[in-house]
């Protein structure tokens, strides 16, 4: 078992950065494919960032690439989410989740953190 808490969502103009954070407790972190998945209002929840084990290989989805970067630091449990370039469409909440070895599906998912953006 291991539990996710996201932080560092707030409110931002358009063209401003933030970075999320995802603390992980309970089992080893540094065996978790990590990811950040969004959910707008009135819409699916939908695939944001991914990240492997070791950090050295990460995907993004066609909107955000260029603009979010995903990271981890294995020794803190933590994987992050820095998104620059903010547009108020990037508006929702962002859950942060862990897919464990052998999986194909994330299983552990976070409460999810807001993330406003204004125009």
């Known amino acids: 078992q291991v539990q996710l808490v996201e932080s560092g969502g707030g409110l931002v103009q358009a063209g401003g950065s933030l970075r999320l954070s995802c603390a992980a407790s309970g089992r080893t972190f540094s065996s978790y494919t990590m990811g950040w998945f969004r959910q707008a209002p009135g819409k699916e929840r939908e695939f944001v960032a991914t990240?492997?084990?070791?950090?050295?290989?990460?995907a993004y989805s066609d909107s955000v690439k260029g603009r979010f970067t995903i990271s981890r630091n294995n020794t803190k449990n933590t994987v992050y989410l820095q998104m620059n370039s903010l547009k108020p469409e990037d508006t929702a909440v962002y859950y942060c989740?862990?897919?464990?070895?052998?999986?194909?599906?994330?299983?552990?998912w976070g409460q999810g953190t807001q993330v406003t953006v204004s125009s």
């Open positions: 990240i492997n084990w070791s950090g050295g290989s990460a």
């Open positions: 989740a862990a897919r464990d070895t052998g999986y194909s599906t994330y299983n552990y």
